[in-house]
Every structure is written in structure tokens, then in C-alpha cells.
């Protein structure tokens, strides 16, 4: 089911933020888990970077927020080439999604209150956009850099 070393592997889950619990039991970082808003905001955008952790199962993992007012935190997401496990928590009262197209990545619908994981591979170092399918025209977009 991992589907490592070929290519882009999807693998998305559903729950109610939970999720991010699941992730604590075994993650040594344990309050460090949730590292959304650790850049600094630039004025009027609520911009925010932060760096994907590895967690106890050597997996690069990131928890985003979705904010009211289109907006992912952090939007600029930093990763080593490899797994990256991302949750998407959407804590805005709309409906988004986390897509990298460039990637084949796009996870399902996410309400409001509720979170997504995917687990994909990005083999290669490079800058890869990432957008909300239903606020891309919104500016709801980010960068995942890769080095
Ligand atoms: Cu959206």
C-alpha cells in the first residue's frame, strides 16, 4: 500500500481532527506537532512558512490550517525529497481542499471542522504549487519547496 520509490503515492483518510491526536501519541515532538503560524505573518495576508518535521515513523509530516478568508497557514510549507505526510485542518467555515497539481495530489473535500491527511512522495527537489481547487482564483494558493 506504501507505494514508495514509484512515483507519486495518494493515500488520503477522514476524520474529525483526531487525526491530529493519532499523530501525538507516537510523535516524540509530541506539542511540536502542530507547527501552522511558526513564520512570520506579513500584513494583511497572514502569510506563514514553517518546515515539515519528521515524525516517530520517519515520516515528514506538516499539519496546515485552512483560515477564513481563503488562506492556508503556513502557505509557504519547506520539505526534504521523500514521504510527506500532510493533514489539512480546515478551521474556516467553508469548504476547501489541498491540491498539488504538478504532483497528482489532491486530497477530498474538507468541511469546516473537519481534517485530511496525504501521504505522498516527492522524489525531486524543486518549488511546487499547492491551492485549494474551490479558492485558487481566491489567491487560497502556497508553495511546498523541496531541498
Ligand atoms: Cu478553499
Same mark, same amino acid.
Given at each position: ?85 500532510? /493533514? !489539512? ?8 481542499? &489541498?491540491? %498539488?497539481? *504538478?504532483? $497528482?495530489?489532491? +486530497?477530498? /473535500? !474538507? ?8 501521504? &505522498?512522495? %516527492?522524489? *525531486?527537489? $524543486?518549488?511546487? +504549487? ?18
Amino acid at each position: 500500500m506504501s507505494g514508495t520509490g514509484r512515483g507519486v503515492a495518494v493515500a488520503a483518510a477522514t476524520t474529525c481532527a483526531a487525526v491530529i491526536l493519532t499523530f501525538g501519541s507516537g510523535c516524540a515532538n509530541g506539542p511540536k506537532l502542530h507547527v501552522s503560524g511558526t513564520g512570520a505573518p506579513k500584513a494583511g495576508q497572514g502569510s506563514a512558512s514553517a518546515s515539515a518535521q519528521p515524525a516517530a515513523d520517519g515520516v515528514q509530516q506538516i499539519v496546515i490550517d485552512t483560515l477564513d478568508g481563503e488562506h492556508f497557514k503556513p502557505d509557504v510549507v519547506f520539505a526534504h525529497p521523500g514521504k510527506l505526510r500532510i /493533514t !489539512i485542518t480546515n478551521l474556516s467555515v467553508l469548504p476547501h481542499n &489541498f491540491e %498539488v497539481p *504538478t504532483l $497528482g495530489v489532491r +486530497s477530498e /473535500t !474538507i468541511f469546516a471542522g473537519h481534517s485530511t491527511t496525504v501521504t &505522498f512522495d %516527492v522524489a *525531486t527537489a $524543486g518549488s511546487y +504549487s499547492f491551492d485549494c481547487g474551490f479558492h485558487q482564483h481566491d489567491g487560497m494558493t502556497g508553495q511546498l519547496i523541496v531541498s
